[in-house]
C-alpha cells in the first residue's frame, strides 16, 4: 500500500488575463516521488493519481479536480502537468486560499492537503481587482465571456483618467471623465494640444476642436448644439481672419466670411447682364401685329428677377395726318399691346408739314424667372392707320436685360388683371383720362404687385421639400438604429 508522497516542487505557470488565449497555457507543473509504506522509493512504475483543489485545508468545497497516470523514474521521481483534462482556469483561484489534495490508486486522500502560494515575482502582479498600481510590458489584450469588455477608471465619487504616452515620454491623449461629461485630449510629442473631444460648450451637443496652437487662438470648433436649440456651429479661427456658420442665427447672421472670401466667378447667382442692338431701321406697315425690332437672350443659374430696358427712336415724316407708333417688351413674338408693358410715341397731326420727326422712345419691364435661358424682344407696330404717303420708322433699337439674383427689398411692378392672379395682393391702377382720337385706348385693367411674393411661394414650396426629405432620412435613421438595436443581442452573444 502506498502511503506516501514526497512533494519536491510545484511551480504556477498562470496567467488569468485570459483562458482563450492559445498563447497563455492554463496549466500547473507538479513533480513528488512515490514511496511504499516503508519509504522505499516505487521504482521504475505507473501508478492512477487523483488531484484535487479545495478552498479549505481540511474539508471545504472542490474547486477542481483531475485524474492523471504518472510515471516514476530510477529514483521513484515523477513530473506531470496539471489542467491537461481540466483547465486551470483563473476562477479556480479566485479566491485567497486554495489547497491541493493527492490521491494515488485506491488509497485515501493524503494528509495533510498542500497550501499553493505564490512565485516570488507573482506577488507583484497581486490582483487585478484591487490592484494599486504597477508597469505592464508589451501589449495587453482584454477578453472575457461576458457580454462586453470594459476597462472602468473612476467611480461614483471620483472622475477616473486613462492616459497614453508618446513615444518621447510626453502624455499623448488623455481620456478623463467629469462632472459635465467624459473628454478626451490630444497632444503631439512637444505637449502642445492637437485635439479636443468634449460634451458642447455651450448646449447638449458634443463639441470637436481642432487646435491650431496651444492656446486656440487658431483653430477649428464643431459644436452640435451651440446655442443650446439644436442649432450646429462651425467657427474657423485664423490668425488674422475668422469664419463660421451657425445655424442657430437667422438670415446674414447665419453665415460670416472674411470680405472677398467668395468672388464673383465662384458664385452661380451673381447678376448678369446681357445686350443686342440693331444698326439701322424698321418701318412699320400695320396696326395688326408687333414687329421684332431686336431680341436678346440671358442665361441664369438660379431663380431671380431679369429687368428688361429697350429704347429706339421714331422717325416720322410724309404726311400732315396721323402717323405714330406703339413699342413694348414682350417674350412672344407677333402678339398685340399688352398692357401695361408699352409705349407710345409719334403725331396725330403734324400740321401742314411733311418734314421728318425724330422722337426717343424708351420701356421697361420686370420678370420673375427660374433658373433657365430666357429670351426677349423690344417689338412695335403702328398705332392706327398712318396717313396718306406717311411713313412710320423705328431705328437703331436696343434691347438690355440684367439678371438680380435675390429682390434686395421690394420688388414692385406693374401687370395685367390676368397676370395679376398669382398674388395674392394687388392694388388696381386707375387709368387717368384718355385724350385724342387716334391715342392708345387702354381697356384693360393694370394692377401694381410685388414680385417677391412669386420668391416667397417658391422659397417655400422648397421649405416644404426639404423639411420632407430631412423627415424621410430620419426615419431611416431611426429604422437603422432599431435594426441595430435588435442585433445587439445577437453580437453580444457571440
Same mark, same amino acid.
Given at each position: 500500500m502506498l502511503k506516501r508522497i514526497l512533494l519536491l516542487a510545484i511551480f504556477l505557470l498562470f496567467a488569468f488575463a485570459s483562458?482563450? &488565449? =492559445?498563447? #497563455?497555457? =492554463? &496549466?500547473?507543473?507538479?513533480? *513528488?516521488?512515490?514511496?511504499?509504506? @516503508?519509504?522505499?522509493?516505487?521504482? @521504475?512504475? @505507473?501508478?492512477?493519481?487523483? +488531484?484535487?483543489?479545495?478552498?479549505?485545508?481540511?474539508?471545504g468545497a472542490i474547486q477542481w479536480a483531475e485524474t492523471l497516470t504518472v510515471n516514476t523514474d530510477a529514483s521513484g521521481r515523477f513530473n506531470t502537468i496539471l489542467g491537461q483534462v481540466h483547465p486551470l482556469t !483563473?476562477?479556480?483561484?479566485? *479566491?485567497? !486560499?486554495?489547497? &491541493?489534495?493527492?490521491?494515488?490508486a485506491s488509497d485515501p486522500e493524503l494528509s495533510p492537503r498542500t497550501q499553493i502560494v505564490s512565485v516570488g515575482y507573482a506577488n507583484r502582479v497581486s490582483t487585478v481587482d484591487g490592484a494599486t498600481g504597477g508597469t505592464i510590458t508589451g501589449d495587453v489584450t482584454l477578453q472575457s465571456t461576458l457580454t462586453a469588455d470594459n476597462v472602468v477608471a473612476g467611480d461614483a465619487t471620483t472622475a477616473g483618467t486613462v492616459l497614453a504616452q508618446n513615444g518621447n515620454g510626453t502624455t499623448g491623449a488623455t481620456v478623463s471623465g467629469s462632472g459635465a461629461g467624459g473628454s478626451i485630449l490630444v497632444q503631439d510629442e512637444a505637449s502642445a494640444y492637437t485635439h479636443y473631444l468634449a460634451p458642447g460648450f455651450y448646449g447638449d451637443g458634443g463639441s470637436i476642436v481642432a487646435y491650431g496652437d496651444q492656446t486656440f487662438t487658431s483653430g477649428v470648433e464643431i459644436d452640435g448644439d451651440g446655442n443650446g436649440s439644436d442649432d450646429p456651429w462651425l467657427f474657423m479661427l485664423g490668425s488674422s481672419q475668422i469664419a463660421q456658420i451657425n445655424l442657430g442665427n437667422t438670415g446674414d447672421a447665419s453665415v460670416s466670411f472674411p470680405d472677398s472670401a467668395i468672388s464673383s466667378g465662384e458664385m452661380l447667382n451673381e447678376p448678369g447682364i446681357t445686350a443686342d442692338h440693331v444698326i439701322g431701321f424698321t418701318d412699320l406697315v400695320s396696326a395688326a401685329a408687333m414687329v421684332d425690332l431686336v431680341t436678346?437672350?440671358?442665361?441664369?443659374?438660379?431663380? *431671380?428677377?431679369? #429687368? #428688361?430696358?429697350?429704347?429706339?427712336?421714331? #422717325?416720322? +415724316?410724309?404726311t400732315t395726318s396721323t402717323n405714330d407708333a406703339i413699342v413694348q417688351i414682350d417674350e412672344t413674338a407677333g402678339g398685340s399691346i399688352t398692357v401695361p408693358y408699352f409705349t407710345a410715341g409719334g403725331e396725330e397731326e403734324h400740321g401742314s408739314s411733311t418734314a421728318v420727326y425724330f422722337e426717343p422712345m424708351s420701356v421697361e419691364r420686370i420678370f420673375s424667372k427660374a433658373a433657365g435661358t430666357w429670351t426677349f424682344r423690344l417689338e412695335a407696330q403702328t398705332n392706327g392707320t398712318t396717313g396718306a404717303g406717311g411713313t412710320t420708322r423705328i431705328g437703331y433699337p436696343h434691347i438690355t436685360a440684367t439678371y438680380f439674383p435675390t429682390s434686395y427689398g421690394s420688388v414692385t411692378t406693374f401687370v395685367s388683371q390676368n397676370e395679376a392672379t398669382q398674388f395674392e395682393k394687388s392694388i388696381q391702377v386707375e387709368p387717368v383720362g384718355v385724350t385724342g382720337t387716334d391715342a392708345p385706348q387702354v381697356t384693360e385693367l393694370i394692377y401694381q404687385v410685388d414680385l417677391r411674393e412669386l420668391e416667397l411661394k417658391a422659397a417655400k414650396a422648397r421649405a416644404e421639400s426639404e423639411k420632407a426629405q430631412r423627415e424621410l432620412l430620419q426615419a431611416q435613421m431611426k429604422l437603422q438604429q432599431e435594426k441595430i438595436q435588435a442585433l445587439k443581442p445577437k453580437l453580444e452573444r457571440k
Open positions: 483562458t482563450l &488565449l =492559445a498563447a #497563455v497555457p =492554463a &496549466l500547473m507543473n507538479y513533480q *513528488g516521488i512515490l514511496t511504499n509504506a @516503508s519509504g522505499n522509493p516505487l521504482i @521504475s512504475t @505507473s501508478r492512477t493519481v487523483k +488531484f484535487h483543489i479545495y478552498d479549505d485545508p481540511n474539508a !483563473d476562477a479556480v483561484f479566485s *479566491g485567497t !486560499d486554495r489547497y &491541493l489534495g493527492l490521491t494515488v436678346t437672350t440671358i442665361t441664369i443659374p438660379a431663380a *431671380g428677377y431679369i #429687368v #428688361v430696358r429697350g429704347w429706339c427712336y421714331l #422717325v416720322a +415724316f410724309g
